[in-house]
């Protein structure tokens, strides 16, 4: 079957650098996804990774390894408004989106 | 700028009831989707289209009816709703890849908290 497994909740501090795990397996690979929710909004869209590699958008980064099945989310000089769900979605051989569980992330001052 | 607008934040609804939840899009997109999010799972695909007129299920279309009449409107129908379909319900729309799916981020509504007593 297909999954994709990210970590439940993270705690980080105001200022501070966090980076959010996100494993997938999947019917095929063709990219993947990050999403930042607030509560009580729609997700909106971060970042795309299809090849291996670092990209960076300001203070955020996203890393792809696609022969470890392995994502990160990079957050960096966090700040309050950070404090959101941060979801991992992997597009498979069907054009189709696999979605993980979401990261609730704490900032604390 | 991007604008994604379901009908309702909240609802509720009786057992038994037909419920539908309406999505407008306001940016021409072909690709409109109905999500389910409930705490603990991820975003689960109840039904797509990438046309007028056209619907495909997705992962959990039991109990769930679409209807895509107009290009910019894409209604999710719970024929006859039980308890287990109260849920957060999310729509989303895209355009298709051109050039490749890094083309097609999926846009979001606000959600539609859906109780069924």
């Known amino acids: 079957g297909q999954n994709i497994d990210q970590p439940t909740e993270m705690t980080a501090t105001e200022g501070a650098i966090v980076q959010i795990n996100c494993t997938y397996q999947?019917?095929?690979?063709?990219?993947l996804f990050w999403y930042q929710q607030h509560a009580g909004e729609a997700p909106t869209f971060l970042s795309y990774?299809?090849l291996d590699g670092l990209e960076e958008k300001g203070r955020f980064s996203s890393f792809l390894s696609r022969s470890k099945g392995y994502s990160y989310l990079l957050l960096k000089e966090l700040q309050m408004k950070d404090s959101a769900s941060y979801l991992c979605?992997?597009?498979?051989?069907?054009?189709?989106?696999?979605w993980g569980a979401g990261t609730k992330l704490i900032i604390k001052p | 700028d991007v604008k994604v607008t379901q009908s309702s934040r909240y609802l509720v609804k009786r057992t038994g009831e037909k419920v539908f939840l309406e999505c407008v899009q306001d940016?021409?997109?072909?690709?409109m989707f109905w999500y389910r999010q409930d705490p603990g799972l991820g975003l689960r695909l109840i039904y797509f289209?990438?046309?007028?007129?056209?619907?495909e299920k997705g992962d959990i279309p039991e109990g769930y009816s679409v209807s895509r009449e107009k290009k910019e409107r894409f209604s999710l129908i719970l024929e006859s709703a039980s308890t287990n379909q109260t849920s957060m319900y999310l729509c989303?729309?895209?355009?298709?890849?051109?050039?490749?799916?890094?083309?097609?981020?999926?846009?979001f509504g606000d959600g539609t908290r859906l109780s069924i007593l």
């Open positions: 990774n299809v």
């Open positions: 999947t019917s095929g690979f063709n990219g």
């Open positions: 989303a729309s895209s355009i298709p890849g051109q050039g490749g799916p890094e083309n097609q981020p999926q846009h």
């Open positions: 940016m021409d997109h072909e690709n």
């Open positions: 289209s990438y046309d007028v007129k056209m619907k």
């Open positions: 979605a992997v597009m498979d051989s069907n054009y189709q989106l696999i």
